[in-house]
């Protein structure tokens, strides 16, 4: 009969060598990465987008249209 500690070390030995998954949790972290990278720049333009777009309406708005 197997005793408690050599169940556990072996256990704890298989798990660590199991890489099933590994590749879904790698695609997890990078994925997470890129969209939190992607809000970050959103985030950082998104308040000078605005500032341009107002800038190209006002000099739209006023330029005069000749006959």
């Known amino acids: 009969m197997m ?3 050599h169940l556990l070390v072996r256990t704890v030995t298989r ?8 590749i879904t949790v790698d695609f997890v972290v990078l994925t997470s990465a890129i969209t939190l990278l992607g809000v970050a720049i959103v985030g950082t ?3 000078e987008t605005v500032r ?3 800038d190209t309406s006002n000099f739209v708005a006023n ?3 000749r006959p």
């Open 52 to 54: 341009i777009a107002n």
């Open 15 to 22: 798990f660590q060598t199991d890489e099933n998954g590994a």
């Open 63 to 65: 330029q005069q249209i």
């Open 3 to 5: 005793s408690f500690a």
């Open 45 to 47: 333009f998104s308040g």
